[in-house]
């Protein structure tokens, strides 16, 4: 699953603070701005902010599709 920037700013967090995670395995910021990573790769950076994203984006990707 692609979590995106547009999901990380409406989770709350900011340009500085996700520039923490980057860059890592090759992905730069705005690689991350244009493409998004997946949530296994937000995962596997090991921060606690950075799971708790991919765990947020993936539940409600999870609701919207019981919805339809």
């Not at 937000?42 to 409600?60: K, Y």
Request: with cysteine.
């Amino acid at each position: 699953m692609i979590v995106t920037h547009d999901d990380a700013k409406a989770f709350g967090y900011c340009n500085a603070g996700l520039r923490k995670w980057f860059p890592r395995d090759g992905v730069t910021f705005d690689d991350f701005r244009q493409y998004g990573v997946t949530a296994d790769w937000l995962r596997a950076t090991g921060d606690a902010m950075a799971c708790r994203l991919a765990d947020a984006v993936e539940q409600q990707r999870e609701q919207q599709q019981e919805m339809t």
